[in-house]
């Protein structure tokens, strides 16, 4: 049976989680309030893309593909 992938805000919220920053230290240095970050992290609230791209520049992220991406044939 193939690995179910997890979501990619789930994967965001176990790279906060797992970065030895605390969630007010990544509201500084992202400019995210700290209350829309408490929210993501608890699952009551969303990011905006623009809030997703800063969280993931302030914790040095880059977004790669697990496999290679599909080819158009013809």
């Known amino acids: 049976m193939a690995k179910k992938q997890s979501k ?3 994967q965001l919220r176990a790279a906060m989680a797992g970065s030895g920053k605390s969630l007010g230290q990544i509201a500084r ?6 209350a829309t970050i408490s929210r993501f992290m608890h ?3 969303g990011l905006s893309m623009d809030g997703l791209d800063l969280i993931a520049e302030c914790l040095g992220l880059n977004l790669t593909t697990a496999t290679k991406p599909r080819t ?3």
Request: glycine fraction near 14%.
């Open 43 to 45: 699952k009551r609230g």
């Open 29 to 34: 240095e992202s400019t995210i309030d700290l």
């Open 72 to 74: 158009k044939k013809g």
């Open 8 to 10: 990619l805000t789930d």
